[in-house]
């Protein structure tokens, strides 16, 4: 009789382990699902559409500051190794039809400030001195980091590019 009731004991564990088990596997599936924000695979995000843009609409958006200048390591190699860079970022963005959406616009490049500076750290960090020693090395940084940049301003309802272009101020390799 004893061995009846432990039996049926330690089946109900299993049985209780067995559910407690599957609800966490639920769980799991659909409260860290990683395709939230991506789009299906006939899907495909909609192209940035650029404006031509007048001179008069242009705003500038210092990325570090007043001093606006930044020292980023870049990758070493062994012909120069623990390489820096030491730039200043402007950012030239499209305040709107006769400058409306400036301060809105403004005000996005602000709250994400620390990505467009992560951006740039991460670009910089994967370049080596002789990536950025080229004749083509600010074209190809100021390409890569603007089309980062409106990736990250990006908003879901807006087709519209915000960035119009990158300018380095300075550029001193070491």
């Not at 020693?133 to 980091?145: F, I, P, V």
Request: net charge negative.
């Amino acid at each position: 009789m004893q061995g009846k009731s432990l039996y049926t004991i330690l089946l109900s564990i299993i049985a209780v382990l067995t559910l407690a088990l599957a609800v966490m596997i639920i769980f799991i599936f659909t409260a860290f699902n990683t395709n939230r924000g991506a789009p299906s695979s006939g899907e495909t995000p909609k192209p940035l559409v650029e404006r031509a843009v007048p001179k008069e609409e242009q705003q500038e958006f210092k990325l570090f500051g007043e001093s606006n200048e930044a020292i980023f390591n870049i990758k070493s190699t062994e012909d120069h190794p623990n390489s820096f860079l030491m730039t200043s970022i402007s950012i030239i963005y499209d305040g709107g039809k006769k400058n409306k959406l400036a301060e809105e616009r403004k005000e996005l490049l602000n709250k994400n400030l620390s990505m467009l500076k992560q951006a740039c750290i991460k670009y910089f960090m994967n370049q080596s001195f002789d990536d950025l020693s080229g004749e083509e090395a600010m074209d190809k940084a100021r390409t890569s980091l603007k089309a980062a940049f409106n990736e990250i301003v990006r908003t879901d309802d807006s087709e519209e590019a915000i960035v119009i272009d990158v300018v380095f101020d300075k550029w001193i390799r070491q």
